[in-house]
């Protein structure tokens, strides 16, 4: 168990819908990471925040947005959804942002019909 | 942009023998860190092992084991007596040691080497 926890686990919507995944880090981290994994695109980064503060984007589409609360946690909000962002969205925590190790959590499994 | 290539998609592996996964990568910079990451059918990602560039002795945790050259830009997975538990998939991934714009920690991943064993 790596400490980072995501929810729901799996999540199933349709095509125009809205949702929002959320990630607890582990117990003293400050550092929250959106990975997105698909078939066709592999892991591809999102977006960081450190103790609330965006710190780097990645690939990450208009139509979703994430922030990072007071108490640590991360929201990572998908709106307008399409068949294409089905996938397995993942949520990484660290110490320091920058130089300590990832630890990822289970993932949540979105599937758009 | 750094890349990442794992150039076996899948490999085997009989139980008790050793396994060597595959990982070139691509940058300009000098100093850097790379990981190999497994993720069994648990979906969780795990991290196996990590070598910082500077260092030019490979790192080991247990059965794990790589082979980092640096000047060719690869960097292996050694896996010795195999388990069942060793089943998953692998990614190889690079991270620079220097923060770009604000101060990031971006892994980039390759695409992934699933792993099977055999009994």
């Known amino acids: 168990d790596s400490g980072v926890t995501q929810t729901p686990k799996h999540l199933i919507t349709a095509t125009g819908q809205r949702v929002t995944l959320r990630c607890s880090p582990r117990s003293g981290d400050l550092s929250v990471y959106w990975y997105q994994q698909s078939l066709d695109q592999g892991l591809q980064f999102l977006i960081q925040y450190y103790n609330g503060e965006e710190r780097a984007k990645g690939n990450i589409l208009e139509r979703f947005s994430a922030q990072q609360f007071p108490d640590l946690h991360s929201e990572l909000n998908l709106s307008s959804l399409e068949l294409g962002d089905s996938a397995l969205y993942f949520c990484a925590s660290s110490v320091d942002g920058q130089h300590s190790p990832l630890h990822f959590g289970n993932g949540t499994r979105l599937t758009v019909t | 942009a750094q890349t990442v290539t794992q150039s076996q998609p899948e490999m085997s592996v009989q139980e008790a023998e050793t396994v060597t996964l595959s990982c070139t990568y691509d940058?300009?910079?000098?100093?850097?860190?790379l990981f190999w990451y497994k993720q069994p059918p648990s979906r969780q990602m795990i991290l196996v092992i990590r070598q910082e560039a500077y260092k030019q002795q490979n790192a080991t945790e247990n059965r794990f084991s790589v082979n980092f050259q640096k000047a060719a830009k690869s960097f292996s997975l050694k896996i010795s007596d195999s388990q069942l538990g060793d089943a998953a998939m692998y990614f190889c991934?690079?991270?620079?040691?220097?923060?770009?714009?604000?101060?990031?920690?971006?892994?980039?991943f390759g695409k992934g080497t699933k792993l099977s064993v055999i009994p």
């Open positions: 940058t300009s910079e000098s100093d850097y860190y």
């Open positions: 991934a690079y991270r620079s040691a220097r923060s770009s714009g604000a101060g990031s920690y971006q892994l980039t």
